[in-house]
């Protein structure tokens, strides 16, 4: 299969400007899977609640899910793209919308939320969920999704291998340098395809600014960057891959990456989380 991300630098709250924009850097892009950034056409740093909810939208009713929906029916792409949820229940959430492309919708709602998220956003409570896709070809894979900070806690992309991902699409707008020599370490220590679709630029909220040090990156199973883009260019980069090489997890002739996990052991040493901390 073909996978392909998108990274580049989005306006804030112009959604349908960033919508249009990302249509024009996509045009002609030919994959199977496409994974676009953390909150892609909103903006990420939030300067007021207001702001925040003036571009929350239900998924699939809202104006991104429906665009998304327009270009996976058009290209056969599935995509995988960030946005800021206003869910049933009236909260808002930092999600990720799965796009097929005959227009059904499958939603993951960012678990580990990062620095102000937590002002204006509720944590996730789906759970991490692998869903089912195929590529324009009918190859069936099993697809993971993350969101940004996720990546810090190795729990969530094993929770995803352990369920039979194939593939970990990973949303992003990092600011921290560690992730990009992260990455290939949770695709190695998973056997997992990853890609993260980063953004790049800055964003400001009164005297703090963040920046977004872009370096997407695509990984195989044994844990190689097999595309990567650079700090601050806008790239749309594509890889072609087996999903079904995820499954492959014998190390040895008696060893296996899951079948030899001995979770019995695997405690605190007697001690709660809460009471080692």
């Not at 996509?26 to 300067?47: K, M, W």
């Not at 953004?199 to 040090?213: H, K, M, N, P, Q």
Request: negative net charge; proline residues 6%.
């Amino acid at each position: 299969m073909t996978a392909a991300l998108l990274q580049f630098d989005p306006a804030y709250l112009d959604v349908a400007g960033n919508l249009d924009r990302v249509e024009a850097l996509l045009d002609g892009v030919d994959a199977d899977l496409v994974v676009l950034p953390e909150l892609f056409a909103s903006g990420y740093f939030f300067r007021s609640l207001d702001d925040a909810a003036s571009v929350a939208e239900p998924i699939p009713d809202g104006p991104t899910t429906q665009r998304l929906q327009q270009w996976a029916a058009a290209s056969g792409a599935t995509f995988v793209a960030g946005l800021p949820e206003l869910g049933d229940d009236g909260e808002r959430y930092n999600s990720a919308v799965v796009v097929r492309p005959d227009g059904s919708t499958e939603t993951y709602r960012k678990v580990h939320l990062f620095y102000r998220e937590k002002d204006w956003a509720a944590p996730g409570d789906l759970g991490f969920r692998v869903f089912d896709a195929t590529t324009r070809d009918g190859t069936p894979y099993r697809l993971g999704v993350m969101i940004c900070f996720d990546w810090y806690f190795p729990e969530a992309a094993r929770s995803l291998a352990l369920q039979g991902a194939d593939v970990i699409a990973h949303s992003s707008n990092l600011v921290r340098k560690d992730c990009p020599r992260s990455m290939p370490i949770r695709a190695l220590e998973n056997h997992v395809v990853t890609i993260t679709a980063n953004r790049i630029g800055t964003e400001s909220v009164g005297d703090e600014t963040l920046t977004f040090i872009g370096q997407s990156v695509i990984c195989s199973p044994e844990g190689h960057p097999i595309a990567s883009a650079g700090r601050e260019e806008t790239a749309v980069l594509t890889a072609e891959f087996d999903p079904h090489a995820s499954r492959e997890r014998q190390l040895t002739a008696t060893n296996h990456l899951f079948g030899d996990r001995r979770p019995e052991v695997y405690t605190l040493g007697g001690y709660s989380e809460t009471q080692r901390l």
